[in-house]
């Protein structure tokens, strides 16, 4: 530290505005390779929606030649339903400009024949421009997709040829061609590729050739790109395959994008390196707080350490809760609370440890506490390791305007069984024993504490046999539940209860003789 403490203020600016440089670079560079990244997966998303449309208008306009052809297998060769039968399917593929028929590779039916005049007696085997792939077509008996190729009679055209071959004496024949025609400017019309350039592309559509040369479809400009610089999408036609190449005519990169971010980083470079600066001048002030900070710390410490040590002298239980009951803090010596040890209630609301009775008074405390500020001599009593504890409650209540943690209360149970056993001895002996009736003396929760002799003649039960046990062990089953419930809320509301009850004896066991 102290070496570092020897840099200059300009030093330490520098130094750390070259790792900002550093930093910046790395950042920018990322900005680009995830714009680039951008730019051509949306590139490639909208040349495969275009690309899906190309494919989807070819399969559905050529599929016209599998009805040409059932026309020649059904009637075995004869065309002259050709005319009519075209007539109708023309409605079905108002996108091909004609359909014809080449038997042997000769073209002799076209329709409509009308403007197609010049195509009559065509040998497309022979053909300079048509006999590569008519020899395709019928060398793989596939429906095989030609062009754009220049027609006789005048325009470029998609060519759709299926090879249609017949059954004689027992064996196929191969009986020639069927075609549909599509003229190259309606379907890039109809698959409306010039919207590709309204984008914002460069395109080229060509079609992939056997020598590696590919043949341009279309194309929106004749500007020369390197390949890497192009979005290839595949489509498949029928027994071959196009290309469509997309290019963004501003390039894959924004200028503008980029001098913003080279800008911006420039700008936080300089931004961070005088923050650094800054820093450096609040980590010397800071070094010297600290040993200020060291010292206060050592005197709350000593201070916090007395304070435990005198919490730790208290006796008695101690809780700190919050507005909602909940344990912030415990100090339970020589006692579990409820059956939890002191870790185990921090968090938890005191109201889910204790009995009803038992949260009915410590809310009584509290109400007391929030309106005086104190609660004192409220007593409370509950079950814990088989034996009834009682406390005597002293509550106090801070607000939020009183402490930084908002509002607290603190509770003080100290622990008075002792003196509630010596008082209850001497009221048991001043009671159970003035008469000679039977009598019991119960807890709250029914369970026996005294009884007298005449007790032990009546019942046979023994005063150690009933001690601690609930008077449940009387009940005879003559009455019904509602008996009891009505007994105990007249002892509850009037503090005593006169009348006759059915009580079992103790059974007997009988020595039977064999």
Wanted: charge should be negative; glycine fraction near 6%; aromatic fraction near 10%.
């Amino acid at each position: 530290m102290l070496h570092i403490a020897r840099l200059s203020p300009i030093k330490f600016f520098l130094g750390l505005l070259i790792c900002c440089f550093g930093v910046s670079y790395i950042f920018v560079s990322y900005l680009i390779q995830l714009e680039y990244e951008s730019n051509r997966a949306a590139a490639y998303a909208s040349g495969e929606s275009q690309s899906a449309l190309i494919s989807t208008t070819i399969s559905h306009n050529m599929s016209a030649n599998h009805a040409l052809a059932s026309l020649i297998r059904f009637s075995n060769g004869n065309v002259s339903l050709f005319e009519s039968y075209s007539s109708e399917l023309k409605k079905q593929y108002p996108l091909a400009s004609h359909f014809s028929l080449s038997p042997g590779g000769v073209i002799k039916w076209v329709y409509p024949l009308a403007g197609n005049e010049d195509s009559i007696g065509l040998n497309q085997l022979s053909d300079p421009d048509q006999k590569e792939m008519a020899l395709l077509a019928k060398q793989s008996q596939k429906l095989t997709l030609a062009g754009p190729i220049h027609l006789v009679q005048g325009g470029k055209a998609l060519i759709g040829r299926w090879p249609v071959w017949i059954e004689e004496e027992n064996k196929q024949v191969f009986w020639g061609f069927t075609n549909v025609v599509v003229r190259l400017e309606n379907f890039l019309k109809e698959v409306n590729l010039p919207d590709l350039a309204k984008q914002g592309y460069h395109y080229r559509l060509e079609r992939v050739n056997d020598n590696d040369i590919n043949s341009f479809i279309a194309t929106s400009t004749n500007h020369l790109m390197e390949e890497q610089h192009w979005v290839e999408i595949n489509i498949e036609i029928p027994n071959g395959n196009w290309i469509l190449k997309l290019s963004p005519k501003k390039g894959w990169l924004s200028k503008s994008t980029l001098v913003l971010n080279i800008g911006v980083a420039v700008i936080l470079s300089l931004l961070f390196a005088g923050l650094g600066g800054l820093l450096w001048h609040i980590f010397l002030i800071k070094s010297q707080l600290e040993t200020i900070v060291e010292e206060r710390t050592r005197e709350v410490v000593h201070t916090h350490n007395r304070l435990k040590s005198l919490l730790h002298a208290i006796p008695d239980m101690l809780f700190e809760l919050d507005d909602d009951g909940v344990i912030l803090y415990s100090h339970t010596p020589n006692f579990d609370f409820c059956g939890f040890s002191v870790d185990k209630v921090i968090g938890r609301n005191i109201h889910d440890l204790l009995p009803l009775e038992v949260t009915q008074c410590l809310n009584e405390a509290f109400i007391e506490a929030r309106a005086r500020g104190h609660s004192i001599g409220k007593i409370f009593s509950f079950i814990n390791d088989d034996r009834i504890r009682w406390f005597e409650l002293s509550v106090t209540y801070s607000n939020k305007e009183e402490g930084v943690y908002g509002s607290r209360y603190v509770v003080l149970p100290r622990d008075i069984t002792v003196r509630k056993e010596s008082e209850l001895e001497l009221r048991i002996a001043a009671t159970a024993f003035e008469s000679q009736d039977a009598m019991i003396i119960t807890d709250i929760y029914k369970n026996i504490l005294r009884v007298n002799k005449a007790f032990e003649l009546l019942t046979g039960y023994s005063e150690s046999e009933v001690l601690g046990k609930s008077t449940d062990i009387l009940n005879s089953n003559h009455h019904k539940e509602t008996f009891y419930q009505s007994l105990h809320s007249q002892l509850r509301m009037h503090g005593y209860w006169e009348g006759e009850i059915w009580s079992r004896k103790k059974m007997v066991p009988s020595i039977l003789s064999y």
